[in-house]
């Protein structure tokens, strides 16, 4: 009975990804992947059990039917933890709260291992209020020095017009934490695999840092960890589950997965919800709706599915590339050659269990002036002659993506400071797709050829 699922009906620890014989589908929720398709059975967001698919409701306001219904809705709002009710939910108003985006909520709080989710307009908009919501005025916040561009300058120009300051520090070098560490640090700050170069930050580790830095401190004064994980997506990576507080998602990129629409999430315990959606409310960066239902519907479905198949063909474009001549260096947390490796295959897993190093890779072209000529030789070329790859910003969607973070995404970063954190010119990011393999190799190959 090797294939039996463990009690309780989690996935299987073997990576067979096979129903027990004996119970059909493993428990009633079904392993993860299964869940991402078919979510949670039953709603208490509406009645909406008979439906197949979960419909998009779309009314910026609410009958309230009476005002002792609608007295009770606004003393329920923000004061629940945004746990359901013995009654039905009584909505009142879209920026509040709505019945769409609160089924996917409720998707991408299991996704990730989260006691509760809430979307935002914009990945920056979850992110900004994941930190505005821990670190109030005369706090200070530490942050890895890489970071995806937007974040960056929010961190390093906006909090501090609010009174909110911050020091960069390299999150891979433990005694660099705890030195910075002081009494009114309330946030520690990454992402990993970090956008663009792909370090990883090991999670667990951060996590005993903090814990120590936290021993004694009151509830209200206590260090948050804030991992953003949209590169992983909860495909490849629980950050919760290794250590993490909240999670920020970028709902725009692998979990959406079309490119259709923007959004955002803010993945954590229910102690974090009243905050984080009464900072939704009156900032006012609400998902629509209508961009809630692609992620609902096809995005985070078939995220166990493209993620797979991302990665068969991340594993060969990284190969080729490693074993490339015009290729200096190749940063894939799959390769054997990948430094942090080890670190990774801890806690990069699937939901089986199965290592997963994911869909995003970053590569440095030969480049002995240092200008990043080659680099964008390379881009140029593909922008005019490449079928299978696009340039384009963006990530995690069924067409592969390249960029030059230097220039590009990463172009809010001094470029002094960019040169000093290893982020070159000569840099490439690449986004894998669901084309045919041979076609993104194909591509790179030509293009190399003529740089
Ligand atoms: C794109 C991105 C964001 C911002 O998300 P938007 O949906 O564009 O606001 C944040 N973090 C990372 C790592 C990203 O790649």
Same mark, same amino acid.
């Given at each position: 009975m090797r294939d039996a699922p463990p009690a309780g009906g989690g996935a299987?620890?073997?990576?067979?990804?096979?129903?027990?014989?004996?119970?059909?589908?493993?428990?009633?929720?079904?392993r993860m992947r299964t869940r991402l398709i078919h979510g949670v059975a039953h709603s208490t967001r509406w009645?909406? !059990?008979? +439906?197949?698919?979960?419909?998009?409701? $779309?009314?910026?306001?609410?009958?309230?039917d009476s005002a002792r219904r609608a007295a009770l809705g606004f003393q329920e709002f923000a004061h629940?933890? #945004?746990?359901?009710?013995?009654?039905?939910?009584?909505?009142?108003?879209?920026?509040?709260?709505?019945?769409?985006?609160?089924?996917?909520?409720?998707? %991408?709080a299991a996704a990730e291992g989260g006691e509760m989710a809430l979307t935002f307009a914009s990945g920056m908009a979850a992110i900004s209020a994941?930190? *505005?919501?821990?670190?109030?005025?005369?706090?200070? %916040?530490?942050? +890895?020095?890489?970071?995806?561009? *937007?974040?960056? !300058?929010?961190? *390093?120009?906006?909090?501090?017009?609010?009174h909110v300051i911050y020091d960069l520090v390299d999150l891979t070098d433990l005694r660099a934490i705890e030195g910075a560490i002081r009494p009114e640090t309330r946030v520690v700050y990454f992402e990993t695999p970090v956008n663009p170069d792909m370090k990883l930050i090991d999670i667990r580790a951060v996590r005993e840092v903090v814990d120590r830095a936290n021993a004694g401190r009151p509830a209200g004064e206590r260090i948050r960890i804030i991992v953003d994980n949209t590169f992983a997506t909860p495909f490849c990576q629980r950050p919760l589950e290794l250590g993490a507080d909240v999670v920020c998602q970028s709902l725009t990129k692998g979990i959406g997965g079309f490119g259709t629409d923007l959004g955002g999430a803010v993945i954590g315990p229910r $102690?974090? +919800?009243?905050?984080?959606?009464l900072f939704r409310k009156d900032f006012g960066g609400s998902l !629509?709706?209508? !961009?809630?239902?692609?992620?609902?519907?096809? #995005?985070?479905?078939? %995220?166990?599915?493209?993620m797979a198949n991302y990665q068969k063909t991340a594993m060969?474009?990284?190969?080729?590339?490693?074993? +490339?001549?015009?290729v200096e260096r190749v940063h894939y947390p799959g390769l054997a050659s990948f430094p942090q490796h080890e670190l990774a295959q801890q806690q990069m897993r699937d939901f089986n269990g199965k290592f997963a190093p994911g869909s995003m890779l970053y590569f440095l072209v030969h480049d002995p002036e240092g200008e990043g000529r080659p680099a964008e030789k390379l881009i140029d070329w593909i922008a005019e002659n490449a079928y299978s790859i696009t340039l384009a910003v963006s990530l995690g969607q069924i067409k592969t993506l390249i960029e030059a973070p230097f220039s590009m995404t990463h172009a809010a970063m001094p470029a002094e400071e960019k040169r000093r954190r290893g982020l070159l010119p000569g840099g490439v990011r690449l986004s894998i797709g669901l084309e045919d393999w041979h076609d993104i190799i194909e591509d790179l190959d030509d293009a190399l050829t003529r740089i």
């Open positions: 299987s620890r073997d990576g067979s990804n096979r129903p027990g014989k004996a119970g059909g589908v493993a428990g009633a929720a079904g009645d909406y !059990s008979h +439906h197949v698919v979960p419909p998009l409701t $779309s009314s910026a306001t609410f009958r309230l629940d933890g #945004g746990l359901p009710h013995e009654h039905p939910p009584i909505y009142i108003y879209d920026r509040l709260e709505e019945p769409t985006t609160a089924m996917l909520e409720d998707n %991408l994941a930190i *505005c919501t821990a670190a109030p005025a005369g706090a200070h %916040l530490l942050a +890895h020095p890489v970071l995806y561009g *937007c974040t960056y !300058s929010l961190i *390093c120009g906006w909090l501090p017009r609010f $102690s974090a +919800h009243d905050d984080l959606i !629509s709706p209508k !961009s809630a239902w692609p992620p609902l519907v096809y #995005g985070l479905p078939t %995220l166990g599915a493209r060969r474009v990284a190969r080729f590339l490693d074993q +490339h001549e015009k």
